[in-house]
């Protein structure tokens, strides 16, 4: 009798902590503007609607309360801050509010807790371990690999008669495969069916994770498994895992038959080769997936440890990239002067080379920079990032409570008039050093910033350079969807509801004065 009566004092106590806590953090979110909300169910038949709509709502919302609003999808809240002090203010805190919430655990069945994902002194460990395959050596020897793959969709292009109908599923093509052959060391065009397999399952597998991040009920795996969603994202992911484990496998017996020489040109400290031995193995570059493996004969990480990073960087590496050179297509195609100013810079850089790029070139080329910088102010590729609070936080007038998750809105800093006069205008001379030194330094967040930022954010733009000045050099970028008439939805990356087409005018170079491109 007396355990039991314990028992339920202590069961009663414990509801009263959190019904307390909880009334607490109601309280408090509840002082935070927002739409109209129902009893209950708070925003959820809006979060339910179309992708489409809840773009709508939150472009609207961010207009109608700035700087913060909520959204109560049931009795999960999700706040919303836009202006820079407040992000600085989470991003750039090295101790605490580096959670990424929830929102990314459905993630887990494919990515693990690799570097996107894990927290705490794994990702210090992840990141420190992985930092070096970003290196200049190692970049230098990347930057082959996307060049190689621009030429391709150059060709592509040329054998086409310029119009193409779905330009991000061109691009997506070439990002793809240009991650994958820098993460893993293979190219996809040697795989036949299996890489068609392999990029079809990296579609399917982010259009069901979107699906299943606007149901909040669908969130735990047992639940979601049953579901016919749940069923085909086990078959891809089954295709996914199956691909990444059969190129490490063959990655690791390349380095048993080898005896292992190549792996021992990695340094312990900065995964770096030595410059003697950059000629004679020039042919095997390596990969991120060889500093792994280097990595693991040292006892630091295992094989699945291996595959989280190798998924992670496939996934990150291949959407996002895609989607800001889609977007720097379109842009450029609109905007003639500024498209030519950028062809002139590349021409007389690449006809003083004989038409061949190099990373020293891409390096030289300010104005093209500038150009995919305010490309990427405009169309940022991630719209927000998340983070939950791991103490109460005061964002402008409001106390926001402990475990409350936050949404970064990338794409409304980015068109803040505050900081960016006339935002809505392209401007690629907005990143001139001097007004970047003037400007707020978490007013352009297209790589995110503080501890957790984009630890690839340069080989990305080498990447969109690489590709962006072969195809200026190559083509004039006409435009036939524009802009103005794409209708956005709420994604994991910033999408647009259809495929957009794009024509590309071959330049004739092989004409008297002009130097033939060895792009073509």
Same mark, same amino acid.
């Given at each position: 009798?007396? *355990?039991?009566?314990?028992?339920?004092?202590?069961?009663?106590?414990?509801?009263?902590?959190?019904?307390?806590?909880?009334?607490?953090?109601?309280?408090?979110?509840?002082?935070?503007?927002?739409?109209?909300?129902?009893?209950?169910?708070?925003?959820?038949?809006?979060? /339910?609607?179309?992708?489409?709509?809840?773009?709508?709502?939150?472009?609207?919302?961010?207009?109608?309360?700035? +700087?913060?609003?909520?959204?109560? %999808?049931?009795?999960?809240?999700?706040?919303?801050?836009?202006?820079?002090?407040?992000?600085?203010?989470?991003?750039?805190?090295?101790?605490?509010?580096?959670?990424?919430?929830?929102?990314?655990?459905?993630?887990?069945?494919?990515?693990?807790?690799?570097?996107? *994902?894990?927290?705490?002194?794994?990702?210090?460990?992840? !990141?420190?371990?992985?930092?070096?395959?970003?290196?200049?050596? *190692?970049?230098? =020897?990347?930057?082959?690999?996307?060049?190689?793959?621009?030429?391709?969709?150059?060709? %592509?292009?040329?054998?086409?008669?310029?119009?193409?109908?779905?330009?991000? %599923?061109?691009?997506?093509?070439?990002?793809?495969?240009?991650?994958?052959?820098?993460?893993?060391?293979?190219?996809?065009?040697?795989?036949?069916?299996?890489?068609? =397999?392999?990029?079809?399952?990296?579609?399917?597998?982010?259009?069901?994770?979107?699906?299943?991040?606007?149901?909040?009920?669908?969130?735990?795996?047992?639940?979601?498994?049953?579901?016919?969603?749940?069923?085909?994202?086990?078959?891809?992911?089954?295709?996914?895992?199956?691909?990444?484990?059969?190129?490490?496998?063959?990655?690791?017996?390349?380095?048993?038959?080898?005896?292992?020489?190549?792996?021992?040109?990695?340094?312990?400290?900065?995964?770096?080769?030595?410059?003697?031995?950059?000629?004679?193995?020039?042919?095997?570059?390596?990969?991120?997936?060889?500093?792994?493996?280097?990595?693991?004969?040292?006892?630091?990480?295992?094989?699945?440890?291996?595959?989280?990073?190798?998924?992670?960087?496939?996934?990150?590496?291949?959407?996002?990239?895609?989607?800001?050179?889609?977007?720097?297509?379109?842009?450029?195609?609109?905007?003639?002067?500024?498209?030519?100013?950028?062809?002139?810079?590349?021409?007389?850089?690449?006809?003083?080379?004989?038409?061949?790029?190099?990373?020293?070139?891409?390096?030289? /080329?300010?104005?093209?920079? !500038?150009?995919?910088?305010?490309?990427?102010?405009?169309?940022? #590729?991630?719209?927000?990032?998340?983070?939950?609070?791991?103490?109460?936080?005061?964002?402008?007038?409001?106390?926001?409570?402990?475990?409350?998750?936050?949404?970064?809105?990338?794409?409304?800093?980015?068109?803040?008039?505050?900081?960016?006069?006339?935002?809505?205008?392209?401007?690629?001379?907005?990143?001139?050093?001097?007004?970047?030194?003037?400007?707020? +330094?978490?007013?352009?967040?297209?790589? #995110?910033?503080?501890?957790?930022?984009?630890?690839?954010? !340069?080989?990305?733009?080498?990447?969109?350079?690489?590709?962006?000045?072969?195809?200026?050099?190559?083509?004039?970028?006409?435009?036939?969807?524009?802009?103005?008439?794409?209708?956005?939805?709420?994604?994991?990356?910033?999408?647009?509801?259809?495929?957009?087409?794009? !024509?590309?005018?071959?330049?004739?170079?092989?004409?008297?004065?002009?130097?033939?491109?060895?792009? *073509?």
């Amino acid at each position: 009798m007396i *355990i039991t009566l314990f028992t339920l004092g202590a069961i009663f106590l414990v509801l009263l902590y959190y019904s307390f806590q909880y009334g607490k953090y109601v309280k408090l979110i509840n002082k935070i503007p927002s739409l109209p909300t129902l009893p209950l169910l708070g925003h959820t038949l809006d979060l /339910m609607g179309s992708q489409e709509n809840l773009w709508k709502i939150q472009r609207v919302s961010c207009k109608l309360h700035y +700087p913060i609003y909520k959204l109560w %999808c049931g009795p999960i809240a999700f706040v919303s801050v836009h202006h820079p002090d407040d992000v600085e203010k989470i991003l750039s805190n090295t101790k605490e509010h580096l959670l990424k919430g929830y929102l990314y655990d459905i993630f887990k069945p494919w990515l693990g807790t690799g570097l996107l *994902i894990s927290e705490g002194v794994k990702w210090h460990k992840r !990141r420190k371990m992985l930092t070096p395959t970003f290196h200049f050596k *190692i970049l230098k =020897q990347f930057v082959e690999i996307l060049i190689e793959e621009g030429n391709c969709m150059i060709k %592509c292009l040329k054998d086409t008669d310029g119009l193409v109908d779905d330009l991000m %599923c061109l691009v997506s093509k070439h990002t793809l495969n240009s991650i994958c052959e820098t993460a893993m060391g293979t190219s996809l065009h040697e795989m036949g069916e299996f890489q068609h =397999q392999y990029r079809e399952a990296v579609h399917e597998v982010g259009k069901i994770l979107t699906y299943r991040a606007m149901r909040p009920w669908l969130f735990p795996n047992m639940i979601f498994s049953l579901t016919s969603m749940g069923k085909k994202f086990n078959k891809n992911l089954k295709i996914l895992h199956g691909f990444t484990e059969k190129i490490i496998e063959e990655r690791k017996q390349y380095h048993n038959d080898t005896n292992e020489r190549f792996l021992t040109h990695l340094s312990n400290d900065t995964g770096m080769l030595d410059d003697e031995e950059m000629t004679g193995i020039k042919k095997k570059r390596l990969a991120m997936l060889d500093l792994l493996i280097a990595e693991a004969h040292n006892n630091q990480i295992d094989d699945l440890g291996i595959r989280e990073e190798v998924d992670t960087f496939m996934f990150e590496g291949h959407d996002t990239v895609a989607m800001g050179l889609t977007f720097a297509i379109l842009v450029l195609a609109e905007h003639k002067d500024v498209q030519e100013c950028a062809r002139n810079e590349i021409s007389a850089l690449m006809e003083a080379n004989g038409g061949k790029l190099t990373m020293s070139m891409l390096n030289d /080329m300010p104005y093209l920079e !500038r150009c995919l910088k305010e490309s990427l102010r405009l169309y940022p #590729s991630v719209p927000l990032i998340s983070r939950v609070l791991t103490k109460d936080e005061q964002i402008q007038s409001y106390l926001v409570p402990s475990g409350t998750i936050l949404h970064l809105n990338i794409i409304d800093i980015h068109r803040d008039s505050n900081f960016w006069p006339n935002p809505d205008v392209l401007d690629p001379d907005r990143f001139l050093p001097d007004k970047i030194q003037k400007r707020h +330094p978490y007013s352009h967040l297209p790589f #995110s910033a503080g501890p957790r930022n984009c630890i690839g954010q !340069r080989f990305a733009m080498l990447e969109m350079k690489a590709i962006m000045a072969s195809l200026i050099y190559n083509f004039y970028l006409e435009p036939v969807d524009y802009l103005k008439d794409l209708r956005f939805m709420t994604d994991m990356i910033t999408r647009v509801t259809g495929p957009i087409c794009t !024509r590309f005018v071959p330049i004739d170079r092989t004409s008297p004065g002009s130097t033939k491109s060895s792009l *073509i």
